[in-house]
């Protein structure tokens, strides 16, 4: 007996459409917002569904009296370090946690998971205290030693050592990419590899480090290229540290930029129509990177397919 679906199919397209009903209906009002001019908007009463004729001047004045642009670079840079550090880390230590056998490994990976449990948001101070001063545990360090006391007696005046990473590119995407979320994804896919594979590789004369640039690489790409866009879109929606890290607009990323974009005046409703446009001027880049590999972040995610 064939079973007749069509139930169950008209159900699921029907969800289907509502999902993405409701995934659009904010783009497509910000779309609408950013057509209008300020007086149009006002005159409007708020967000509504109308439809003007100034999206390109918006647009314009985003280019040309903001410094969104400089800040979209700004995202780039923090975004591609973010992502790159992360998956870097993860991919050498998960190697050495999987072909490495020891038996502290289960302590070091419970540890390293551990630091998920620690969003960046609860140590915003203590990590500010760090990038202010990275060399801040070389002080610590002189001071057990005695060395600090030694100097002092020698020099005649106390001497700290002082290095600042805020501001810089660095000092904001560091902190951000310390999370260990891609040991756990690419843990898991190393323990799907064949468990003869380092052995094979090993007979052939490959080192471990040959043996993980030749051989792992090349097998890991497709998780690779899927964490590496999920932690880019990660570094580049980050608000709260970018905006504590980078005092100065121009070492700040394009989220901070539009959050300050709104208007303070406390007798002036904010330019809306602005703050659209410059949304969607920012979402841009990820959301055409998402909607181009968007294939290859689903299949590097499904840890069941090499």
């Known amino acids: 007996m064939v079973e007749d679906t069509r139930g169950i199919d008209r159900t699921a397209f029907a969800i289907l459409i509502i999902g993405v009903a409701f995934i659009l209906a904010p783009i497509v009002i910000a779309f609408l917002t950013a057509s209008l ?6 005159s409007a009463g708020g967000i509504g569904l109308n439809v003007g004729s100034s999206f390109l001047d918006n647009m314009r ?5 903001t410094q969104l642009p400089g800040q979209l670079w700004n995202s780039i840079v923090i ?3 973010v992502a790159g550090i992360k998956c870097a880390f993860a991919f050498t230590a998960t190697f050495a946690l999987v072909f490495y056998e020891s038996r502290w490994n289960w302590i070091i990976f419970s540890l390293t998971i551990a630091t998920v449990m ?8 203590t990590t500010y205290q760090i990038v202010a001063n990275v ?24 001497h700290e050592f002082r290095l600042s990473l805020l501001d810089t590119y660095i000092g904001v995407a560091l ?10 994804i690419y843990r898991q896919f190393f323990l799907s590899l064949p468990k003869d594979l380092p052995r094979a590789a090993a007979m052939d004369g490959a080192s471990p480090f040959r043996f993980m640039i030749d051989i792992l690489l090349p097998l890991s790409w497709t998780p690779l290229v899927a964490t590496f866009m999920f932690w880019f879109i990660g570094g580049w929606t ?14 700040q990323p394009a989220v901070v930029g539009l959050a300050k974009l709104a208007n303070t005046e406390p007798d002036r409703i904010p330019d809306v129509p602005l703050l659209m446009a410059g949304a969607l001027f920012v979402s841009f880049i990820p959301v055409v990177l998402i909607g181009v590999m968007q294939r290859q972040i689903v299949r590097g995610l499904n840890l069941s397919e090499k």
């Not at 001019?37 to 006002?42: G, K, L, T």
């Open 175 to 184: 902190p951000i990419a310390t999370s260990s979320t891609s040991v756990f």
């Open 135 to 158: 060399a801040m545990p070389l002080n610590w360090l002189m001071q057990i030693t005695g060395l600090a006391w030694l100097a002092e007696e020698v020099v005649g005046a106390r």
């Open 79 to 81: 975004s591609l370090l």
């Open 118 to 125: 620690l969003p960046l948001e609860l140590l915003v101070i």
């Open 61 to 65: 004045r985003i280019v040309t009296e």
């Open 37 to 42: 001019s300020y007086e149009e908007f006002v």
């Open 238 to 251: 980050q608000y709260l540290w970018p905006l504590v890290a980078a005092a100065t607009p121009d070492a």
